[in-house]
């Protein structure tokens, strides 16, 4: 039974075996609730919540109304109720005040994920804020089976203000800045080369007020000290060369 076909069974209408409505309720209302309000639960039950009983085959009292029709303190049991859904062991008219309906705590909304779209080589990734303390970004991806390098640059106008570059014929991970058109000084230590071929990684970038720290799955590398004062003015960056990009996200740490 759904709920339309409840209500509609309360109707306030007289029948030729008398009013089907609720003594002392408006049509279609449940005792002691408002007018079609019946939020997810069956019939002759409260959400959430068992109904108070009363014992089999008896009619609830009603305050100042004698026990049961013509005086009786049951309800005769030749008649059939004229609802065919009430039964003996139910909350009958006039049963007086409903008891206060317990409704179970409201389930944490689960929203659908909006899948990021597809990410292309080479990447542009925007910087409106430019760089700042707390900053992170990650990049995740799966390297080519046949790779030479990948590359990550932060731009600053037209000065590459991190260049960020795995090589995979010399296994390293060679990082650099150009700026005004000249390379800086080439810094190559790292305890590890962490890329392998027809792998999956992920590379979290964190930019700090001394420079840019790296870690590639959850270990960390190195740093590369700022060769700028002006961080906010790094405005983008890019990603390109022998890789396939699942995802890149730019957030601030918490502090």
Known sequence: MNLSDA???????????????????????????????????????????????????????????????GG???????????????????????????PTPSFPAAPTPSFPVQPQKKLTIPYHGPLPNGCFDKQLITIAGTVHTNPKKITVDMY????IIFHLCPRF?????????????????????????????????????LCTSSGFKVAVDGAHLFEFQHRVRDLRSIQSFNIYEDVTLSKVLVETVPH
Do not use: C, Y
């Open 7 to 69: 209500l509609s069974d309360f109707g306030g209408t007289n029948q030729s075996q008398g009013n089907n409505q609720w003594p002392g309720a408006q049509p279609n209302q449940w005792p002691g609730a408002q007018p079609n309000q019946w939020p997810g639960a069956q019939p002759g039950q409260w959400p959430g919540a068992q109904p108070s009983q009363p014992s089999a085959g008896q009619w609830p009292q009603q305050p100042g109304q004698p026990s049961g029709p």
């Open 72 to 98: 009786n303190s049951s309800w005769p049991p030749s008649q059939p109720p004229s609802n065919p859904s009430w039964q003996p062991n139910m909350p009958g008219p006039g049963a007086g005040p409903a």
């Open 156 to 159: 600053a106008g037209k000065d």
């Open 169 to 205: 014929n010399e296994r390293v991970i060679v990082r650099n800045s150009m700026i005004s058109n000249k390379w800086g000084k080439e810094e190559r230590d790292s305890p590890r080369f962490p890329f392998t071929p027809g792998k999956h990684f992920e590379m979290k970038i």
